[in-house]
């Protein structure tokens, strides 16, 4: 289980009581970010590498150490088995190019579920989003040169660096 101390997000298993198969619960506070992230999750959801939504509940929780039930969205989705990727990459030192693509090929498929960074990108993504530990080397090094062209170390380029 996951969970942010003042319970923006939480993650939980929950058990359909009629078949007894387990999925995940993850729970948010219902505000426009999350919802947006609901949203955008909803979009990619058919694709084999994003993990699947099964349902989506607003409704009011109130958990053990809260004085008063707060709005929360309540989001169903396929149980992932097998942890974080990034849990088994940080057990090496050095992580390879070939050790990554003999985990993603693995029994258990690689799937993304957390969207709570993600954005639409209609040309117009000026400044990167990310989450750090999984950022690709790329988007740092576009950063790093847009950090550079805007203090006047190096010339604008034309063109944007993607």
């Given at each position: 289980?996951?969970?942010?101390?003042?319970?923006?997000?939480?993650?939980?298993?929950?058990?359909?009581?009629?078949?007894?198969?387990?999925?995940?619960?993850?729970?948010?506070?219902?505000?426009?970010?999350?919802?947006?992230?609901?949203?955008?999750?909803?979009?990619?959801?058919?694709?084999?590498?994003?993990?699947?939504?099964?349902?989506?509940?607003?409704?009011?929780?109130?958990?053990?150490?809260?004085?008063?039930?707060?709005?929360?969205?309540?989001?169903?989705?396929?149980?992932?088995?097998?942890?974080?990727?990034?849990?088994?990459?940080?057990?090496?030192?050095?992580?390879?190019?070939?050790?990554?693509?003999?985990?993603?090929?693995?029994?258990?498929?690689?799937?993304?579920?957390?969207?709570?960074?993600?954005?639409?990108?209609?040309?117009?993504?000026?400044?990167?989003?990310?989450?750090?530990?999984?950022?690709?080397?790329?988007?740092?090094?576009?950063?790093?040169?847009?950090?550079?062209?805007k203090s006047g170390i190096i010339p604008t380029s034309p063109?944007?660096?993607?």
């Amino acid at each position: 289980m996951s969970e942010n101390s003042d319970m923006e997000k939480a993650i939980r298993v929950c058990v359909k009581k009629s078949t007894q198969e387990r999925f995940a619960l993850k729970i948010l506070l219902d505000r426009p970010k999350a919802r947006n992230e609901v949203r955008l999750h909803m979009m990619c959801a058919t694709h084999p590498n994003i993990v699947q939504i099964i349902e989506v509940f607003a409704n009011s929780v109130q958990f053990p150490h809260e004085s008063s039930p707060r709005a929360r969205l309540l989001i169903v989705m396929e149980m992932m088995e097998g942890g974080e990727l990034f849990h088994r990459i940080s057990q090496h030192r050095h992580f390879t190019e070939k050790q990554a693509s003999q985990v993603t090929k693995q029994d258990a498929p690689v799937k993304l579920c957390d969207f709570g960074f993600a954005k639409v990108d209609q040309g117009d993504l000026m400044t990167p989003q990310f989450t750090p530990y999984y950022v690709a080397p790329q988007v740092l090094e576009a950063q790093r040169r847009h950090q550079k062209e805007k203090s006047g170390i190096i010339p604008t380029s034309p063109t944007p660096y993607t």
